[in-house]
């Protein structure tokens, strides 16, 4: 599959391309990771400026229409140049879901600031033993008046310390694991009662533990909803992490490749041997199948096709064992430089994993996959 983008597609591309090639070089992401804060807000505010903020919304909350395959687009292109920046986070997740599931009024609150870049966005939804599970939820929430009030833990957020709100599940009925029951609600991320003890993931990006103690929320939606919300927002996910794992891959098989050219060993290029070519061949083809099928979930989601989320389980699984592939044999092939620090290929080693775990692992989605064939 090969998407023929519009013009303006591939203005937006070449727009990103010559943003990220100008100020987002591997140094300059290395000290943003390093810095106290963990990210560059100028360079968040660079991408609200260029309008990647605004790309994937419909022109009705302020965006520019450009639906799943803008997210595609810049996903592709931030993972080609490994960007920490909360994109998937504030834009993708939250931004996604009160998009398609907020009232008009937190429409027309929230999405603006989104849209400008002065806001930053966190999804907490798992917890402790959840294991992938959307509807495995203790954190609760009852009605206090017309407020709601939150308690419970949540674990591994990404992007929460760096949040202005989160969007949080929350169980108001039904016992720990059933699909009934779980709500959404924003919440203040500086909130009296809210405590954060932030962490570095193995990626560089920043991710917290939050505890909330009668924490007051905001209802998202509409009660009893939060499930079906979450599994919709899971889709888009997935499909944008799927474009930049593919985005990253490029870049591995690029970077071995080049090595390979003039890396000797044994008074020759380590590209003559005949084995590494071949191994070299299969990471070509590993990636041209991962590009085929991140195109294809992309374009159904931009569809709004029935049956897609069997369609992303396919493609996080697909893609996920594509992904190791790709970054272990790049590790591999670049001897012990592909485990030090200072050289890019770790870093996407690093990155391509983390991406296999979030919302679930490539084992997961084969397991996912087969069920929902079997009740098609």
């Given at each position: 599959m090969d998407i023929q983008f519009t013009e303006e597609q591939e203005l937006l591309r070449s727009s990103v391309q010559r943003l990220l090639g100008d100020q987002y070089g591997f140094d300059a992401r290395r000290k943003a990771v390093a810095s106290?804060?963990?990210?560059?807000?100028?360079?968040?505010?660079?991408?609200?400026?260029?309008?990647?903020?605004?790309?994937?919304?419909?022109?009705?909350v302020g965006g520019l229409g450009?639906?799943?395959?803008?997210?595609?687009?810049?996903?592709?292109?931030?993972?080609?140049?490994?960007?920490?920046?909360?994109?998937?986070?504030t834009v993708v997740?939250?931004?996604?879901?009160?998009?398609?599931?907020?009232?008009?009024?937190?429409?027309?609150?929230?999405?603006?600031?989104?849209?400008?870049?002065?806001?930053?966005?966190?999804?907490?939804?798992?917890?402790?033993?959840?294991?992938?599970?959307?509807?495995?939820?203790?954190?609760?929430?009852?009605?206090?008046?017309?407020?709601?009030?939150?308690?419970?833990?949540?674990?591994?957020?990404i992007g929460a310390p760096w949040a202005d709100?989160?969007?949080?599940?929350?169980?108001?009925?039904?016992?720990?694991?059933?699909?009934?029951?779980?709500?959404?609600?924003?919440?203040?991320?500086?909130?009296?009662?809210?405590?954060?003890?932030?962490?570095?993931?193995?990626?560089g990006r920043r991710a917290a533990e939050i505890s909330l103690r009668g924490v007051a929320g905001q209802l998202l939606g509409e009660e009893g909803e939060g499930v079906a919300a979450l599994e919709a927002c899971r889709d888009r996910a997935i499909g944008a992490l799927c474009a930049?794992?593919?985005?990253?891959?490029?870049?591995?098989?690029?970077?071995?490749l080049e090595y390979s050219k003039t890396r000797k060993q044994f008074g020759t290029t380590i590209g003559s041997f005949q084995v590494l070519q071949h191994r070299m061949v299969d990471m070509f083809i590993a990636h041209q199948e991962a590009l085929s099928l991140m195109q294809h979930l992309t374009l159904s989601l931009d569809a709004g096709e029935a049956g897609v989320s069997r369609l992303a389980?396919?493609?996080?699984?697909?893609i996920g064992?594509?992904?190791?592939?790709?970054?272990?044999q790049a590790v591999q092939l670049h001897g012990g430089m592909g485990m030090t620090d200072e050289l890019n290929v770790g870093h996407y080693f690093k990155r391509i994993?983390?991406?296999?775990?979030?919302?679930?692992?490539?084992?997961?989605?084969?397991?996912?996959?087969?069920?929902?064939d079997a009740a098609a």
């Open positions: 106290e804060e963990g990210y560059s807000r100028s360079q968040w505010q660079s991408f609200a400026e260029l309008g990647l903020l605004a790309a994937p919304f419909s022109e009705d450009g639906g799943p395959l803008s997210t595609m687009i810049v996903m592709q292109e931030f993972g080609r140049h490994l960007v920490v920046e909360p994109f998937v986070e997740l939250a931004g996604g879901l009160i998009e398609h599931f907020g009232s008009a009024e937190q429409k027309q609150g929230f999405i603006p600031d989104i849209v400008a870049g002065s806001k930053v966005w966190a999804l907490a939804w798992t917890e402790k033993g959840s294991r992938f599970d959307l509807a495995n939820v203790t954190t609760t929430a009852r009605r206090q008046g017309k407020d709601y009030v939150l308690t419970g833990q949540k674990t591994a957020v709100f989160l969007i949080v599940s929350a169980r108001m009925s039904g016992q720990q694991r059933d699909r009934g029951g779980v709500s959404l609600f924003v919440v203040d991320r500086r909130a009296a009662n809210l405590d954060l003890q932030s962490f570095k993931t193995i990626d930049e794992a593919v985005g990253a891959m490029a870049e591995l098989n690029a970077a071995t389980s396919g493609a996080k699984s697909k064992y594509a992904g190791k592939f790709i970054a272990d994993s983390s991406i296999n775990i979030q919302f679930g692992d490539p084992a997961f989605h084969v397991l996912r996959y087969a069920q929902l």
